[in-house]
């Protein structure tokens, strides 16, 4: 597999057709996996916010007041208030905010970014990346599409890329019943693929101010293997998640 850069993608605004401007950068094949930030596909699609726009309730004051009491640092109630708003599901309160979005992504903050924001305050995740990759595909030679972001992991330190949204090819693939070099039969192993070309193209596209929103793998082959769109774990099968409803944050002065 090849990854390359799309180089010169402008700054994407409002309204903007993302197919176009990266086929305008991009000789792109028909197995190509387009690889996109979630960064332009929220910005074409409007999802910039002030903080105006989310005046705080009292949940929202009293979370970032604890906040603010165990970090030392001031937390605007309007943050926490855009966080819930775009979360079903609040699974930590402290010492951050560890939220389920409404197309089942958990991340802190519900993914709101507050970096490289031109015209707001806030960049919100897209409503539906899934979505969003399948209307990206829609103007492409390609109708493979990840929509990628950047997020930390239980047990690991610092941020890699995951997806977030996909169209045109399986989230994972099942390798359960396939034979080891020693000819046992597999039992556990479903590859998460989305999640891993994801990480692969965050690793050429960079970050900060020389970061690259757009990303082409080439060559990439699923192979003949069972796939499926399983891809956010089912709150059945998650015990960790399952572990953190029970739980709560003790700051060392408390019993």
Known sequence: MELSTVADIPEIEPGDDLAAIISERADLHADDVVCVASTVVSKAEGRIADLADFPA????????????????????????????????????????????????HIGVNAGIDRSNVPGGDLLLLPKRPSDSAARIADGLPTDRVVVTDTCGRPFRYGQRGVAIGWAGLPASRDWRGQRDRDG??????????????????????????????????????????????????????????????????????EA
């Open 57 to 104: 309730g009292p949940r929202a004051s009293e979370i970032a007041d604890r906040l603010a009491e165990i970090t030392g640092e001031e937390k605007d109630p309007r943050f926490a208030q855009a966080v819930l708003e775009e979360s079903v599901d609040l699974l930590m309160e402290a010492p951050f905010l560890l939220t389920e979005t409404r197309f089942g």
């Open 184 to 253: 046992r039969e597999m039992g556990v192993t479903v590859q998460n693929v989305i999640d891993e070309l994801a990480a692969a193209a965050n690793l050429v596209a960079g970050e900060g101010a020389g970061g690259t929103p757009v990303v082409v793998a080439r060559d990439f082959k699923f192979g003949d293997l069972p796939g499926s769109d399983n891809h956010f774990r089912a709150i059945e099968g998650d015990y960790v998640r399952q572990a953190l409803r029970g739980w709560s944050y003790k700051t060392g002065g």
